[in-house]
């Protein structure tokens, strides 16, 4: 995990890229972030015994895929203590996702078969409700609990968005949220909605906001 700078004993917070040194931190950030989301609880069956464990097995296989092909990890760190994590997946990811062979038997083995082919067609729903096929996506991001509702997830999206802007394969970023009560602060960040996907007795909201060429990245410290 680096940051670019010397000192992280400050109050303020600090945006840092992430390495593999931070897995096993993120993966506690999400796993607290995702296990109590419709959408998770839906895709991983929470009524069947052992869906925590599902769920952070789809975590960790994410987590390293996304560092196996090399994609943006950032976070942020105030007090010397990860407390926000998002992982980025340039354009082509998402559209090449299924063919991820090795990723598919991991996730197999440890989620089980019937819940990894609904993730993926889960995701093939999202793919074709895309306005444009080369948009980034932004499939993990989560605040610890403890250090909610202080910002730090507007900081981290805005970092994002701007991170995205400077890939010129991608001019959109699209994520997705089955729990109704986030919406506004998306709809605040500039995400509009795509429509819905109907998962159970519930809808998940499938959100784009378009990028910019020429928007710079926030500099770590």
Not at 67 to 91: R, S, W
Not at 95 to 108: D, G, P, Y
Not at 203 to 210: G, I, K, P, Q
Request: net charge negative; glycine share 8%; charged share 25%.
């Amino acid at each position: 995990m680096t940051d670019g700078t010397d000192d992280n004993n400050s109050q303020e917070p600090v945006i840092v890229r992430l390495d593999a040194s931070a897995r096993n931190e993120a993966i506690s950030i999400l796993v607290s972030a995702y296990r109590n989301e419709p959408t998770f609880q839906y895709l991983f069956d929470h009524r069947r015994p052992g869906y925590q464990q599902r769920v952070r097995a789809t975590v960790r296989e994410l987590i390293d895929l996304y560092f196996e092909l090399d994609q943006d990890a950032i976070g942020v760190m105030t007090d010397n203590t990860l407390v926000a994590v998002a992982f980025i997946g340039e354009p082509e990811l998402r559209l090449n996702l299924a063919e991820q062979i090795s990723w598919r038997i991991r996730m197999v083995l440890t989620a089980g078969f019937a819940c990894t082919r609904r993730y993926l067609d889960y995701h093939e729903k999202i793919k074709a409700m895309l306005p444009q096929p080369l948009t980034h996506q932004l499939p993990l991001m989560g605040v610890n609990p403890k250090y909610q509702h202080k910002g730090y997830g507007r900081l981290l999206l805005s970092t994002v968005e701007k991170l995205c802007a400077e890939n010129p394969r991608g001019s959109g970023l699209v994520l997705d949220t089955g729990n109704s009560r986030y919406l506004p602060f998306y709809e605040s960040e500039g995400f509009r909605s795509l429509g819905t996907i109907r998962l159970g007795d519930f809808e998940d909201h499938v959100l784009y906001r378009e990028v910019h060429a020429g928007e710079s990245a926030v500099a770590p410290g």
